[in-house]
């Protein structure tokens, strides 16, 4: 039985856990605590070490679903938890006060991992906040030297964030066929 | 413009004072596209399941009525044979939720007469595909044609287990990518005689006249009308909106009209002129997903006149794809003008798509203003060989995508 793993990371509040929920075919495994620095500010919760879910395939292989904690006091996860991963999710939400600093942030800290895999990237709450927009985001992705799919997501929709996975495995492999 | 009958609803798992505001909500924002009837009179269900006990309403509205089910709820329901409509409830998705219970209850309605399968459910006749285009040609391009259904929507229809609601979404799922890629077999693409039937000239279609208004509103710091179509368009390119009373049924017979058959004119409008309204107003349309369906719409798998089908073509960036109208293959075209320069003709034999998937996407693209293509097959660096794939991650990837469950 093969193993894999996809990693999800962004900011506090930027929907990982959801968008893990969202496709996890288990409860997912959560190490929320309550918030006692600024992070209160914009989620009661906070993921602490990781969130985890699980993707059941045919034939019994698994897709390991993992977020990285929010706060930047835990990165020294992240180098452990992207080890063998097939590709990053990067989830960004559209109303803190800089998104863009966030994706620079993120994307310099997964750079090494970036480069030897995919990179996606997910906008929340842009209903709430339509500017920036993507076209922005997608500026500033290239003066990062990146191109990757970059969209307007719900994490709590099942089709936006398989949308978003879809888009992750293409980039990996556009020859890849479905036969669902 | 067209207009329906509303659909008749009940509603379920609301208190007396929830359903009066949602009865008043149908009839406002809403635009009267339900009307609340007595139990039993009911064309579709709308059930609220974030109750405490919403299992267990789930399945007492089920044991009394089988028929579509709007169901409201903060988290996606997948439930059968129902239509999830997320809260907070916007009244643009409630409405489209409601016209895919219209078209599937039409669509049930014409299988169970019999005249689907007499008349749609054709298997693919030995002529490899000339019946298509024969098709386009009878039309002449003035109507899209009812769409051929495929082994795969007959076999659905003949099943027994629930097949009918399955042949249904399939037949669905197959008449939107025909309204959007065409009919034109792969023949058509190789043979030299036939290139004529390609191409097509935006600025006489309605895509053409919006890409001018966008134009005319961006040079005049106002937003610009396209009108002669029977109601106004009006585009607001700064807020990236589109206010229009048009709903899909009716915007998508006019892109397959030439400007000559609908004169259209466009103009720069005074701000004071545009409609008063609301952000949750259904009129009020994002301009990039209506741009890129009008765009597919008037493709129906063919370029504009003057494309190259040979000059590699790059994204300079990804479409929002999950927001926009997504026709087979979208992704795997979308990556593979990310990572390698590719021209048309090429892209659908590298990928093993129909030409047509490929040509629309290309328009499509091209009307969010999304690609570059070089100046000629020549003029870019010869492509880089594509990165292997190892076969057990290819087919760990089809297995993801099966059950991802996106097409």
Same mark, same amino acid.
């Given at each position: 039985?093969?193993?894999? #793993? ?150 709590? #929709? ?23 | 413009?067209?207009?329906? /009958? ?23 924002? /809403?635009?009267?596209? $339900? ?34 089910? +709007? ?106 990518? &025909?309204?959007? $890629? ?48 029977? &109601? ?18 009716? +915007? ?7 400007? &000559? ?17 609301? %952000? ?27 494309? %190259? ?70 003029? %870019? ?27």
């Amino acid at each position: 039985m093969a193993q894999y #793993k996809i990693i999800f990371t962004g900011p506090v509040g930027a929907g990982k856990t959801t968008a893990i929920r969202t496709l996890s075919d288990i409860p997912i495994v959560s190490t929320d605590e309550d918030a006692s620095d600024m992070t209160a500010n914009r989620k009661p919760q906070t993921t602490v070490a990781m969130d985890y879910g699980l993707m059941k395939l045919d034939g019994n292989d698994r897709v390991h679903l993992y977020g990285t904690p929010g706060q930047e006091r835990f990165d020294f996860m992240w180098e452990i938890l992207t080890e063998g991963g097939l590709g990053l999710v990067l989830m960004l939400d559209n109303t803190r006060i800089n998104p863009f600093q966030d994706m620079s942030f993120y994307i310099n800290a997964f750079r090494e991992f970036i480069d030897q895999t995919q990179l996606v990237i997910g906008v929340t709450r842009m209903d709430e906040r339509p500017e920036p927009d993507l076209s922005r985001y997608n500026a500033h992705l290239a003066s990062l030297g990146y191109k990757a799919p970059i969209f307007e997501v719900d994490a709590r #929709k099942k089709r936006d964030m398989a949308l978003l996975v879809q888009a992750l495995l293409y980039s990996i492999d556009p020859g890849i066929r479905n036969d669902g | 413009m067209k207009s329906f /009958a509303p659909l008749k609803v009940t509603l379920h798992g609301m208190d007396e004072r929830a359903a009066q505001m949602f009865t008043m909500f149908l009839a406002g924002p /809403a635009r009267g596209c $339900c009307i609340v009837v007595p139990e039993g009179q009911q064309e579709a269900v709308i059930v609220d399941l974030d109750g405490v006990n919403a299992e267990r309403l789930w399945l007492d509205v089920r044991r009394r009525f089988s028929g579509p089910a +709007l169901v409201l709820s903060v988290r996606e329901k997948k439930l059968r044979h129902s239509i999830w409509v997320p809260k907070p409830i916007r009244a643009d998705e409630l409405i489209d939720a409601v016209e895919r219970v219209r078209t599937e209850l039409n669509t049930l309605a014409s299988l169970h007469r019999g005249e689907a399968l007499a008349e749609n459910l054709v298997i693919a006749g030995p002529d490899g595909g000339q019946s298509d285009t024969r098709r386009m040609e009878a039309v002449g391009r003035a109507q899209v044609p009812p769409p051929p259904a495929t082994l795969a929507v007959q076999r659905a229809a003949e099943d027994d287990g629930g097949g009918v609601a399955r042949a249904a979404e399939l037949a669905l799922q197959e008449r939107r990518v &025909h309204e959007c $890629c065409g009919y034109l077999a792969d023949e058509v693409y190789r043979d030299p005689r036939r290139r004529a039937e390609l191409f097509f000239e935006p600025d006489d279609t309605l895509l053409g006249a919006m890409r001018e208004g966008m134009h005319v509103a961006k040079a005049s710091g106002t937003p610009a009308v396209v009108e002669g179509l029977g &109601h106004p368009l009006i585009l607001c390119p700064d807020q990236r909106r589109l206010f229009s009373d048009m709903r899909e049924q009716y +915007l998508r017979p006019l892109c397959t009209r030439s400007r &000559h058959q609908t004169p259209m004119r466009v103009r720069a409008i005074p701000l004071e002129e545009t409609p008063i309204t609301t %952000s949750a107003d259904p009129r009020l349309q994002r301009l990039d997903a209506t741009l890129w369906s009008v765009a597919l719409w008037t493709a129906r798998g063919r370029v504009p006149s003057g494309t %190259s089908l040979d000059a590699p073509v790059s994204l300079r960036a990804w479409p929002n794809l999950t927001r926009l109208q997504i026709i087979p293959g979208a992704m795997q075209i979308a990556a593979l003008w990310s990572k390698q320069p590719t021209g048309l003709m090429a892209t659908a034999e590298r990928l093993g798509l129909p030409y047509r998937y490929v040509f629309s996407f290309f328009t499509a693209c091209q009307a969010l203003d999304l690609l570059d293509q070089a100046a000629s097959a020549l003029s %870019s660096a010869a492509p880089s060989p594509a990165q292997a794939v190892p076969q057990d991650r290819r087919s760990l990837f089809q297995r993801m995508l099966n059950k991802l469950g996106l097409g």
